[in-house]
């Protein structure tokens, strides 16, 4: 396989940490071993907080540091140059965590215990993530989905079913506006927010092994994503218009006050909907994105996973921290607090709003997000929307393919 620029300056990072000295996560009591839980989502903290003081209740001999910093993926690479390497580190699935399980800065968790408690679907997403033969350096704790919420009132009102192909949605778009209903909200006004009609659209029609084989020279962005694109501005048509004028929040707020029937985002945006109207009838599906139903795949990621890293001084003590945490009662009390869909394998009761996305989550009918394959200098949300604007489909494939083959040049 061919090794990228991005990894080998991790693996310069690692040789870096390892003669710099090891992290040093140490508590004021010397009678308890310390270790420090690093987590990107600083939203999360207060849970964490709660897991970690009720691990120490059950072992009273260590001590849990969480550490969870506003610019985390900056204040980690900081860490990491330092040789000051938390003992566990929790990220999303980005190319970030690939460089640096690719730089052997992780414990490989192949095998583990702990990585048997995973759903099978999420092992092979990461492994996939990886590309290092089937190996995996991280355990999947919690999933994100991303699909298209919908108002029950309007669609009941005017007498939709839920849309099960591309044909389908835009029948039920064109019904709608003939209805005097605005059928999307769209917030465009924030480039990341087009990656919630890009995931689902750009997953769907690639394969697993898409991405490398664009490495290898096989495939190309041409032929895979000439369709996703012309989808993707296909659903501007449904929208309340001036759709680079209002951002995340206009559009959660807007469809949450009954401003439009449909609204395409994930699950994190729920607790927003409802806080804004607890009253709302809100229901989820997968997106549609093919012309036969039983091509659809629900858009999936890993939005967070734990990794101990192999500079860890308690690696013992970070592993029963993690059987803890991937335990059912605590992967239960984290997800009802995150609004969160757990990537461990546990009995777990998805809140009424979601419930249109089960059957495809039990069975695992998943794609892997794109988002995680994309090295950050590809700018792949800002590309589209300047090419929503300005329809040079030339300029956005030779981005693309510019960066993608200086990334991944030997």
């Not at 490398?212 to 041409?222: A, L």
Request: glycine share 6%; with cysteine.
């Amino acid at each position: 396989m061919k090794i990228s620029k991005r990894v080998t300056a991790a693996i310069l990072t690692a040789a870096l940490c390892a003669v710099t000295g090891i992290g040093c996560s140490s508590g004021s009591d010397p009678d308890k071993t310390a270790i420090e839980v690093f987590v990107f989502k600083p939203e999360s903290v207060e849970i964490f907080q709660e897991l970690g003081a009720k691990f120490e209740e059950e072992n009273p001999d260590i001590k849990v540091y969480v550490n969870s910093p506003g610019d985390a993926y900056a204040i980690l690479k900081s860490r990491m140059v330092k040789g000051n390497p938390p003992d566990i580190v929790g990220l999303d699935a980005t190319q970030t965590y690939v460089d640096y399980a690719k730089a052997d800065i992780y414990e490989d968790m192949t095998g583990s215990d702990l990585i048997k408690k995973v759903k099978p679907s999420y092992v092979q997403m990461l492994a996939d993530m990886e590309g290092m033969g089937g190996t995996v350096h991280a355990i999947p704790f919690a999933a994100n989905v991303t699909g298209i919420m919908y108002n029950k009132e309007i669609f009941r009102k005017s007498g939709l079913d839920i849309p099960a192909t591309w044909p389908e949605l835009i029948t039920l778009c064109e019904n709608l506006q003939s209805a005097q209903e605005t059928p999307f909200y769209l917030g465009y006004k924030e480039d990341w927010t087009i990656n919630s009609a890009w995931n689902p659209l750009a997953g769907n029609f690639t394969s697993a092994d898409f991405y490398q084989n664009v490495t290898d020279g096989k495939e190309t962005f041409e032929e895979a994503y000439e369709e996703p694109l012309n989808r993707i501005v296909k659903l501007n048509d449904f929208s309340q218009g001036d759709i680079f004028s209002y951002n995340y929040n206009n559009a959660t707020v807007g469809f949450a006050n009954g401003e439009s029937a449909m609204y395409m985002q994930g699950n994190w945006a729920i607790p927003m909907i409802l806080q804004t109207n607890p009253d709302m009838d809100l229901g989820m599906f997968p997106f549609p994105a093919m012309d036969d139903a039983k091509d659809n795949r629900l858009c999936s990621s890993i939005d967070l996973m734990f990794s101990i890293t192999k500079k860890s001084s308690h690696p013992e003590e970070s592993v029963r921290f993690l059987e803890f945490l991937t335990s059912q009662e605590n992967v239960n009390l984290y997800m009802e607090n995150q609004f969160g869909i757990p990537a461990i394998n546990c009995d777990f009761e998805f809140p009424q709003a979601m419930e249109g996305i089960v059957d495809d989550f039990n069975n695992e009918n998943i794609v892997s997000s794109p988002q995680a394959y994309y090295p950050s200098e590809m700018k792949v949300p800002v590309t589209i929307q300047t090419y929503m604007i300005d329809s040079d489909k030339d300029k956005l494939f030779k981005q693309f393919n510019t960066v993608w083959q200086d990334v991944h040049e030997e």
